[in-house]
């Protein structure tokens, strides 16, 4: 991470905000290593930011330009972004699961549904972890928390046949994608397609957090075994044996829509805009 944080990130930022041993980092070396892979220089790329320990960690370590918004704000901002600046100018946002899947939500369908072209990285922590580890849209069934002492009965968006991203791609995502933090490559690589995607995409990472989750839910002290953890669920083996109650990660591209189907919301309203121009629009006087 140290080339990477000297070549992108702030040298008054760069030092981490995560707790040691927290997956969060690993996330934010990925975006950064998929960027590099693709040549991207600062003044390429527009990097937006939520709140909870991703936004934290993130917001404004960015050498080239930086917004936030949170609890969802950040879509519409990212939208009105990209219509104002030049086509080929990328824009990431990097949100948690409280943010992106919860209270964000409606503003993340309404940002999929206009096919805006922008990139939206979704690092889950299983829960509302910056404010002491409370249960929230993708903490697994039955999960001890702070407000689940006895365990989550709130059905979530992972498991009992709901899959967010069933929900994205039903309101329009053209690109959609899920890894865990303890994959490389292909994790790097997926994250390199969703920025070269021209409309909206989003890549869901999940990650441990060492100090709440972890701690309460399984149990697990130790940050090598909440890696562990994660990465025995990560496409386990058939043999692994997971009960079907057990929530376990299947990774990889979920969804790549043609360039022929929803057209980018930027390129649709400048062609709009153009044919009003040259008076082919409705005479609404
Ligand atoms: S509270 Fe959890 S998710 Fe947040 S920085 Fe600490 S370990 Fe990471």
Not at 138 to 143: E, N, R, S, V
Request: proline share 5%; glycine share 12%.
């Amino acid at each position: 991470m140290d080339r990477l944080a000297t070549k992108y990130l702030k040298p008054r930022k760069a030092l981490s905000t995560a707790c040691a041993g927290c997956g969060l980092g690993q996330v934010h070396k990925k975006i950064l290593l998929a960027i590099e892979q693709l040549g991207i220089a600062d003044g390429d790329l527009v990097w937006g930011a939520g709140i909870g320990c991703t936004g934290r960690q993130i917001f404004n370590t960015w050498k080239g330009d930086n917004f936030a918004g949170t609890h969802g704000r950040v879509y519409a901002l990212a939208t009105g972004l990209r219509l104002a600046l030049p086509p080929e100018k990328k824009i990431l946002l990097t949100v948690g699961d409280g943010d992106a899947f919860g209270i964000g939500l409606l503003h993340l369908l309404h940002c999929a549904r206009r096919n805006a072209d922008l990139t939206v990285i979704v690092a889950d922590n299983f829960g509302y972890q910056s404010t002491g580890g409370q249960y929230a849209w993708t903490t697994p069934d039955g999960a001890v928390t702070d407000s689940s002492p006895h365990g989550m009965q709130d059905p979530n968006w992972m498991q009992n046949g709901r899959d967010i991203l069933d929900m994205l791609r039903a309101a329009g995502a053209g690109f959609l994608a899920r890894y865990t933090s303890v994959e490389g490559r292909n994790a790097v690589s997926g994250i390199r397609q969703a920025i070269e995607h021209r409309g909206f995409s989003l890549v869901h990472i999940i990650y441990p957090c060492v100090t709440h989750f972890f701690s309460k839910a399984p149990g697990i002290r130790q940050p090598a075994d909440a890696h562990r953890w994660l990465r025995d669920r990560t496409n386990p083996s058939p043999s692994a044996e997971f009960p079907a109650s057990e929530l376990t990660f299947k990774t990889g591209i979920f969804h790549r829509a043609g360039h022929d189907t929803t057209p980018e919301f930027g390129e649709q309203l400048r062609a709009f805009t153009k044919k009003i121009r040259e008076g082919g629009g409705h005479d609404t006087r």
